[in-house]
């Protein structure tokens, strides 16, 4: 299985790259931040290391610096992949890259402008960028398949408005990218979903809190944060997928990591299988008080 996770360096997109490793695939691990070369985000993680963790849990990370808002280097990435191996099974779009250009609650009258706009770019014009040259190597295969990674189900974010204009319409498009793909990719057998992690415990969300994976229930946090998951979550889904023959009956669906870990029986790194989208809505916004552990 070949597979191409733009956006790979770290949270998801390396949590979808290592799980792909664990079923032996052979992951190109996409992004900005290199060892010698970091992005504007700054933090210290790479697409080496996503790399060499796609290897060590089983497969083989094959990590390419790549501006996906550039369509020459894009371009580039198709056409090394295709000279390397001839066909791309998997297409997983996670690129984001944009925590420090939006603002929390912020009207659109008073949000940056110019972050908001570049938020939409990072978030969007990446994705229908890299599906643009990806997508025609992809199809060759006849049974492709897909992945728009996203925050929040097109159910879900369609009655909630999220944050601010700019994150809203990001998580929103990104859903509806799935649904255009599915219809294109039909005539050729192919396969598109949108997926969305719950409360992610990420490189950087547990940095925000303090805390590392051994401790991340010591926490101040939101009830919620109990019933959090971590990357690997998310990737087993989309490994799941990409193993499944009959994957085909969820394409153009806007999927939850916890909705397919009860379809398939996978399970996250700890062995349980949180189901925060279902704490948020049965327990969270009702102002319940269902104990998080019921939800794991």
Not at 57 to 85: C, Y
Not at 174 to 184: C, I
């Amino acid at each position: 299985m070949i597979a191409l996770v733009a956006g790979a360096t770290r949270g998801t997109g390396r949590g979808i790259a290592v799980a792909l490793g664990e079923i032996g695939a052979t992951v190109y691990c996409t992004g900005r931040s290199t060892r010698e070369r970091p992005s504007e985000i700054g933090r210290p993680e790479t697409i080496e290391e996503t790399a060499e963790r796609v290897s060590a849990a089983g497969g083989t990370g094959i990590p390419v610096q790549v501006d996906h808002l550039d369509p020459e280097q894009v371009a580039a990435l198709a056409e090394r992949v295709e000279r390397k191996q001839g066909r791309l099974d998997v297409l997983v779009n996670d690129v984001w890259g944009s925590d420090h250009l939006w603002e929390w609650d912020t009207p659109v009258w008073k949000h940056d402008m110019d972050k908001g706009l570049r938020l939409l770019r990072l978030a969007v014009e990446t994705h229908i960028v890299t599906s643009r040259f990806l997508l025609p190597l992809l199809i060759r295969g006849g049974d492709g398949l897909v992945v728009e990674v996203t925050d929040g189900t097109w159910e879900f974010n369609q009655t909630r408005y999220r944050e601010n204009v700019y994150y809203d319409l990001a998580k929103m498009s990104v859903n509806r990218l799935a649904f255009a793909w599915s219809n294109e990719l039909r005539p050729h057998g192919g396969t598109a979903v949108a997926i969305t992690p719950g409360f992610l415990r990420s490189e950087a969300m547990l940095d925000g809190f303090g805390v590392t994976e051994e401790n991340w229930r010591e926490a101040k946090a939101d009830p919620t944060w109990l019933v959090s998951e971590t990357p690997l979550y998310a990737g087993r889904a989309v490994a799941a997928l990409a193993a499944d023959p009959d994957r085909r009956r969820w394409s153009g669906r806007s999927l939850t990591s916890g909705e397919l870990a009860e379809a398939y029986g996978f399970t996250d790194a700890d062995g349980s299988r949180p189901q925060v989208w279902r704490f948020i809505t049965e327990v969270r916004e009702p102002g319940g008080d269902a104990d998080p552990a019921a939800y794991r």
